[in-house]
């Protein structure tokens, strides 16, 4: 079992370029999340979805993007990079937004902008 | 403004003792708190759980205890070991919205 599957790894980007972070989950769940953990900090997310075609934003959205086509994917588009988005970024998983919504992480995606 | 706060950054206990890791909310309409782990290089994963209609969940070597009035949590771990060395996040969630994460703990085990 695949899980929750996030590339790249690590990335450096310079000030200004644009990238996107793929997440990818193979366990059929409606909800998918992206949190950033910055160093010292827990982690706060940037946006989630309820199911394909279906995005809101969360605590820190501004400069980042989503969308979610499919179940399976929820690509995270950073434009126009900051250094203020120098972090790790986590793609999650749920099957409900209820309850005690255990969320399954990736193992985590580290960016520096430069 | 914090809701989800873990004032201790870091605990350092020797191999068999129990392990204390504390939570404190401020948000009451919070329905359920969670307890995850993260070792390094790694996304976190869940650990244990509790509804907010309890006071204490079991599991294994792991307890949470809950206390309303004081909103406040705690992850007990007897015995501990070094493999519990990692990062612990509280979290927290009220129905219809995202998990709220505390900044975390760094438990150290040393054998």
């Known amino acids: 079992n695949a899980g929750v599957t996030q590339t790249p790894k690590f990335r450096i980007l310079k000030i200004g370029q644009s990238m996107t972070l793929q997440c990818t989950q193979d366990?059929?769940?409606?909800?998918m999340y992206w949190y950033r953990q910055d160093p010292g900090m827990g982690l706060k997310l940037i946006y989630y979805s309820v199911g394909a075609g279906i995005t809101d934003k969360g605590e820190v959205p501004n400069g980042y993007n989503v969308s979610r086509s499919t179940t399976e994917d929820f690509p995270l588009r950073l434009e126009l990079a900051a250094p203020s988005q120098t972090s790790v970024y986590f793609c999650?998983?749920?099957?409900?937004?209820?309850?005690?919504?255990?969320?399954?992480f990736g193992a985590g995606s580290r960016l520096t902008v430069l | 403004d914090q809701q989800v706060k873990q004032n201790s950054p870091s605990l350092s206990v020797q191999e068999g003792r129990i392990s204390i890791l504390n939570c404190d909310y401020t948000n009451s309409m919070f329905d359920y708190f969670l307890w995850y782990k993260k070792y390094p290089a790694e996304g976190p994963t869940f650990l244990i759980s509790i509804s907010s209609i309890k006071d204490k969940n079991e599991d294994g070597r792991f307890t949470v205890f809950l206390n309303k009035s004081a909103k406040h949590l705690s992850l007990h771990i007897v015995p501990s070991q070094p493999g519990d060395s990692a990062v612990y996040f509280c979290?927290?969630?009220?129905?219809?919205?995202?998990?709220?994460f505390g900044k975390g703990t760094t438990l150290s085990v040393s054998s």
């Open positions: 366990m059929n769940h409606n909800y």
């Open positions: 979290a927290a969630i009220q129905a219809g919205t995202a998990l709220i």
């Open positions: 999650a998983s749920s099957f409900t937004g209820l309850g005690a919504n255990v969320l399954t």
